[in-house]
């Protein structure tokens, strides 16, 4: 058995193994930093469904289910119980009452707590007026029935047990009810609410529901690891099954029912968390794959470095296998010292995503007063991550260059076109692929959520094809850009920076590739910072009409005009308009329905906005409009219905209401057609479109026409027979929200219909801060910063790699009697020309990036209940996107000058020592 030497193994080279630990870092500090920063936010998700009040648990068990009350209160991790009855009860007004006018006849539950339920949970019932009753003669009511049903202390209820037999009952008090249970994400409860309290549960015929409450020792739950906490808590559900002494799992189960309130918000809290993780290592797949590119790098530098010694050591009667497992075993113990020293590194970052407040913004304080948590959960993630992956990434080096093989190179054009073929194939075959899918799959709102996911992984796969062209590219046409670069850069420094691109062990091309992809992945972030809010604000723009819409009560008809004087007294409001709105048929039946909006085209103009998000007097629109004006009877029609029923322009357009009493028929000259029309804010009651749309998204802005509101107004009574609308324009950067509520203090509410009022900011507001919008936020401040790792893992690999190369090159320039200026351009050549080369793929890799991702996020972020003609608007902030650029290239360009220095810095006769045996089992540096 051949022996390994001593000194081969770990920590043997500390500039190597520096090198690659620092690269193996990126993984775990990544992977750290998201899981540490999704585990501190979820501390407010935490408290939010472990808010259960002071009421835990209820254990039901029928009519007897009372006989254990005593026995869960001696359980372990109990700390109190108490038996309640109730029962489902019809509550009546009494029709002797002094309030007949008011009708009320509401079924719920009635609750009887005792004296004993009352001194174990003093919290859970308060009273508000009056007192608890102390007789069957008695009742009390919620709060929400006194103050909505007006019942008062005093008046006489008549209720129902049984819903045959009604006893009449005085209300002796108001009280408020502490939310036994939890709520749940979609808004509405489901926990053990009461209606009435009672003195006494008058039935015992199958209506009544008596539970066991209790509260439990919440001391060992923690956020730390939900599972254990979860297992606590179950743990005391299957302690109080087992109280039946009939209980035998799994043949015969419990009488006893516990519905724990805690395990139930836990279990949330998982299911939520996890979530929120996956999604997050989701949208962070770019990041991931730039770690891992520097990982791969940084296993080829260790195989590179250590393939003179391995030559050295086979030579003497090394087992090859012995060699490889020593590389394992040094391979794993820097990736478990880079997981040791990630989890306080991502830790830390989590911190700069706590602070901020959106892409780059920050609120320092913020530091310090967020929740802080490192849960079991994310240290196994990181330690996985930080180990797995160098551990698969030298597996996969090991299987693509173990098959690498030298063959008889032959001459002939159809060889070398073979030759090409064979050396492109899989990488162009990748490209195609990926830019195929680009085209098929659709973008923008429309994208579902899995669809999604596929745009954010095809550029990936489309980065990963074009790296490996490029690269190719490089070491190929080495000698031919040289040749290119010869007159610009000199025939020296062209001759070998150049060429010393093409070296099989150079990591230059590969560096440059990480470089692309994060200035790609910084772009991306700032551009979807402003697209998204200014995807919603257009889109809201066509939904609502106007910067603020009020849909006005036909009922307060009267009102209108004082309403309408009361919104422009704000000084923030520049302008008001009033729009109808009617549904006519343009078919003989009903499935032909289309929505014509009757504005005044000239007021309005200012007012309104098209498709494209601009004012429709500054917007291609605007010409139709002036028609509109100049043509009473005249109509702008959206092109779904030009292209329906075969109309054009000068065409006559007939509609009708269908009215089955009284039909009318109404025509009117097309004198436009567009995109798309501006929608009004409606109700869900008021759609117009044929039936199949009901199980389809809607198109915003279609099946819709624009007529002259004076027009209209001469054929039909607006305010009977439409919807009619308070359109208001307010100040470039003022908050229509705020000016809707203040118009809506000052008795506004009562000129609306149904409530129905709808503002631009309100809807860009609602995404804004939508929890899933300001984490997906703080998590690219944080990448883009932990993307500048990669760069300087990268670049500190291609530093390290070829060092005695680099020092045996100047020293033979040195040595035939080169001065400094030809040296330093001859590092500074090939500096150049990646950086020309880099630039290149960013012209044409980067906008198909960021369109594909941004579309992606766009489509995944807002969640509209319509499909809007123009899904997404890309705003680019070129100021950012040139520091961005000018940041990583100063950054790369640092570091080549460093290398320059450093490499410069020589002794004559060490560095021109020649070296032996430098050709490997894999054909030289790979």
Known sequence: MSAIPVGYEAFQSRRRMGVTLVCFLLA????????????SYSMHQWDEYLDVGDIHLAVYGGFDVGIYEEDVRSLPGVRHAAFMKSSWVQVLRNENASREDIELQEWGRAVAPDEDFVDEFPNVFQVQEGRLPQTDQEVAVTYEMHAYLSIDIGEKLNISFDYLTQRELEVVGVYTQQNIGAVSPYGYSFGYESFVIVYEILTTEGYYEDAIFA???????????????????????????????????????????VENFIASGIGRYIVWVQALRVGQVARSMSVFLLAGLVTFLAIRYNTNERRFERNMLISRGASPSDLDSAINREVFIISVGSCIMGIPLG????????????????????????????SLDSVVIACVVGVALPMVTLAVYRGVYSTKKSMEERRGKLAKAVRVVQFIRWDMLVVLLAILLLVALPSGSSVPSSVALILQLVPLALFLGVSSLAIKALRAGANLLSKIFKPMLGEIPASIGVRRIGKSASSAGSAIMVLVLAVCLSWNSAIVDLSLPSTQMNHARLEVGADLTFALDPASFELWTE?????????????????????????ADDSGFASFLAVNPDNYSRIGFSYLGQRLNESNQLDLLMQ?????????ITSDLAKTYDIRVGDTLRASDLNEFDPHTYGFRIVGITEALPEMPADDTFYFGPYGDYYEYPLAGRRRAMVNREYLSTVLNL?????????????????STKIGLDVLDRGGQDVLLAGTWDSVQAQVDEMVGQTGYEIERAIDTMLTFLTVGTIIGAFALYAAEGVRARKREIALLRSIGAGRGVIAAAQAAEMFVLLMFGTGLLAGYGPLFVGTTVAAAIGATITDAWLFPVSSFVVVPWMTVGVVLLFFFVLAS????????????????SALNAAWAEAGPYGGDV
């Open 563 to 587: 309403f309408s004087a009361n919104v422009s007294l704000d000084p923030d409001v520049l302008g008001t308009d009033m729009a109808s709105e009617l549904a006519l048929s343009l078919s």
């Open 28 to 39: 775990s500090s990544i992977a750290m930093s998201i899981a540490v920063y999704v585990d």
């Open 347 to 374: 830790t830390l970052f989590s911190r700069i995503a706590m602070a901020a407040n959106g892409y780059f913004t920050f609120d320092v304080g913020k530091v310090f007063s967020e929740p802080f948590l490192v």
């Open 628 to 636: 509109l004006e100049a043509t009473p009877d005249g109509v702008i």
């Open 719 to 735: 305010t009977a027979d439409t919807r009619n609308y308070l359109c208001v324009r307010t100040r470039e950067g003022s908050n």
């Open 215 to 257: 509260s439990i020792d919440i001391s060992p739950i923690t956020p730390f690891s939900p599972q254990y906490s979860l297992s606590y808590v179950s743990g005391i559900d299957e302690r109080i099954r087992r109280l039946d002494p009939l209980y035998d799992p799994p043949r015969r189960g419990s009488s006893l029912y």
């Open 894 to 909: 640092t570091f080549i000058i460093i290398i320059s220095l450093v490499s410069s810095r020589i002794h004559l006769a």
